[in-house]
């Protein structure tokens, strides 16, 4: 009886050690129960076609943003890893390695490079994951990757966005997302459309000077590097930059920033800020009646996540450009993606997200990597990555890119340079994709010169997540 005290003790402590690290193994249960288990350390096993008594375990580590700023964030990215697991996993797991069941290793990066950095480390060193992924923020992403391309596992970046992650010849490290540059090049080309669609403001625009635009941005990595890119480009385009503000995150008011804002009266606004700081600039532009004619555009971040649709009223976010970083016209386009959305509504709460869908997807690139090394060797796992090429058209059993990009293929640089977004504008509270043409909703255009409406705005808005009315 002591004995089984004694024991029953030691796992206590055990569970409670790791819990304290941050780490949170997770396993998909096989096929035959349907059901994921979550514990500190698990193992799957199953009758494997070789006759052996045990099947082995692969394991992937993740990274993601689970407490600190970007926390709701990190928490869809986690969500859509773990089912995208789960799917494998009830699919029979690695095929090519008789049916291998594949263990999620998650670790909480605090929204922190340091602690992101260190779980890194961890993962490779500790837990000896066969491929990483992560870590959302690029302040994070950044550093982290570094770690694993000096312990040479890959590495699949998902929603870091800094474009010198995939710039510094490194071997390890690959990207399935947009980089900041291409966040830049939609928007401008969003922008582009709706002067296309309106001549009239166009050439009113035109005959007060030229465009001029507010840069307001999270002094980080992601914010200064969107910002530098914007002002190049726009430079060549001729345009005037009538203020520059980086802002120092976690401001609990940001009436002075709106203030000179609205003092610089530029035609465009553009931001990039995390979920709780996007929140306070989103109701200081707002209460402080601020309303340039051709919008606010968000590059994504906090105003992609639906704890800021919780916090902010439709007629806060009324009229509002964001970049949005997948096909947000997925679940309409495709049965699989929509069954998907179902289920992550069923489980979480939530439709698919932006994040949602990246996280699943870089779980399921991570799996199709292995299942096509046939080995935890890691040298094989990033052959596999470099030769990879799946194209949205042929997801429909894989299920692979839920993210909506038309392919997955990486260049030199471990960049896939089929990443791309959508352009949307909320009217009347709804999701209308605008650009590319593969992504728009059928029947509608943008709004600007964005109206003056302050009295009424938001008062005919749905319920954010709502389904466009096509037209």
């Not at 986690?78 to 789960?86: F, K, P, R, T, V």
């Not at 992403?141 to 312990?151: C, D, G, I, K, L």
């Not at 994504?300 to 009223?313: I, K």
């Not at 709004?447 to 008062?459: C, K, L, N, Q, V």
Request: with cysteine; glycine share 8%; proline share 5%.
């Amino acid at each position: 009886m002591k004995t089984r005290k004694l024991l029953r003790l030691l796992t206590l402590v055990i569970v409670m050690m790791l819990m304290a690290t941050g780490c949170v193994s997770q396993t998909a249960a096989p096929a035959a129960t349907q059901a994921p288990t979550e514990q500190a350390a698990t193992e799957a096993t199953t009758e494997p076609a070789t006759g052996s008594t045990e099947v082995p375990v692969v394991k992937i580590g993740f990274v993601w943003p689970l407490t600190g700023g970007s926390a709701t964030i990190g928490q869809q990215h986690s969500d859509g890893a773990l089912a995208a697991i789960e799917e494998a996993n009830a699919n029979g797991g690695i095929l090519s390695m008789g049916g291998a069941q594949i263990e999620a290793v998650v670790y909480d990066s605090e929204t922190s490079p340091d602690v992101g950095s260190s779980r890194v480390e961890t993962l490779c060193t500790k837990d000896n994951v066969d491929i990483v992924v992560g870590c959302y923020n690029s302040a994070v992403t950044f550093p982290a990757s570094e770690v694993a391309q000096r312990y040479s596992t890959p590495f699949i970046s998902m929603g870091g966005v800094k474009n010198e992650i995939t710039e510094r010849g490194y071997e390890w490290v690959f990207r399935v997302n947009n980089k900041a540059s291409y966040d830049v090049a939609e928007m401008l080309k969003g922008i582009d459309l709706c002067l296309t669609t309106y001549p009239d403001v166009a050439a009113d625009i035109e005959s007060d000077g030229g465009l001029t635009y507010a840069l307001v941005y999270e002094s980080t990595d992601w914010g200064s590097d969107n910002a530098r890119i914007w002002k190049e480009e726009a430079d060549k385009r001729g345009w005037t930059c009538v203020l520059d503000e980086p802002v120092t995150s976690g401001q609990s008011d940001m009436s002075p920033q709106a203030l000179k804002i609205k003092k610089a009266n530029p035609d465009v606004i553009n931001f990039s800020f995390y979920t709780n700081d996007a929140i306070v600039f989103t109701k200081a532009l707002y209460a402080n009646k601020i309303n340039p004619r051709l919008g606010v555009w968000s590059v994504g971040g906090g105003s992609q996540d639906a704890a800021f649709y919780q916090a902010c009223s439709p007629a806060e976010y009324e009229y509002s450009f964001v970049q949005e970083d997948w096909n947000v016209s997925m679940p309409y386009l495709y049965d699989w993606a929509a069954k998907i959305s179902e289920d992550c509504y069923a489980k979480n709460g939530y439709y698919i997200t932006s994040f949602y869908a990246q996280g699943w997807t870089a779980a399921k690139v991570a799996i199709a990597a292995i299942e096509a090394a046939g080995t935890t060797d890691k040298e094989a796992i990033k052959t596999a990555l470099q030769n990879f090429d799946v194209k949205l058209e042929d997801c429909a059993d894989s299920h692979i890119i839920l993210t909506g990009y038309p392919r997955i293929k990486f260049d030199e640089n471990g960049q896939n340079t089929y990443a791309s977004g959508t352009i949307i504008q909320y009217q009347n509270g709804v999701q209308i994709g605008l650009s590319p043409l593969t992504a728009a909703t059928p029947g509608y255009t943008p709004i600007i010169p964005i109206p003056d409406d302050f009295a009424t705005r938001g008062s005919n808005s749905k319920p954010w997540g709502t389904k466009p009315d096509v037209k």
